[in-house]
């Protein structure tokens, strides 16, 4: 890993309960009851889609604030579909940004682009490596 890499920790609650450490937040994960959770938090699902919606938004309020338009009730809404085939996985994503007042034509065209340079969008556009290793206990034991 980078020397510029951020530790992220996801330590098991209980039942499907997680608790993600970051930096020196605690965000908790769960599945839904119908899913045989106990619903204490979003699941990592809906955690994805709204860190993509949480950096659509930072970046939507820079550049209104960058231009002296209004950003206070700026609203960034999402939603996404399951696909329906294996592997399992979000198929689709919709972000709606909904700026709390009316965007003069000339600064729409790029608002909408300044938002698709989210490096959360830009993160699932350019591929990252993503390397899954399951280590013996001793290698990583960290208290």
């Given amino acids: 890993m980078s020397a510029n890499a951020v530790e992220i920790r996801a330590e098991h609650l209980t039942e499907d309960t997680f608790v993600l450490g970051i930096r020196d937040h605690r965000v908790v994960v769960d599945q839904p009851k119908d899913a045989g959770g106990d619903d204490l938090g979003p ?3 809906e955690l994805f ?5 949480g ?3 930072f970046y939507a309020e820079r550049y209104l604030r ?7 009730g700026l609203c960034v ?4 579909a399951m696909a329906e085939d294996k592997p399992p996985r979000v198929s689709s994503v919709e972000l709606r940004v909904i700026p709390p007042a ?5 600064r729409m065209a790029a608002l ?3 938002v698709e340079h989210c490096t959360v969008h830009n993160s699932i556009r350019f591929e990252p490596d993503v ?5 013996e206990p001793a290698v990583d034991a960290v208290a």
């Fill in 43 to 45: 699941t990592p699902t």
């Fill in 49 to 53: 889609v709204a860190s993509l919606a």
């Fill in 55 to 57: 950096c659509v938004g």
């Fill in 66 to 72: 960058r231009h002296g338009l209004p950003d206070e």
């Fill in 77 to 80: 809404k999402g939603s996404f």
């Fill in 102 to 106: 009316p965007i003069p034509a000339d």
């Fill in 112 to 114: 909408q682009r300044v």
């Fill in 131 to 135: 390397t899954v290793r399951v280590i």
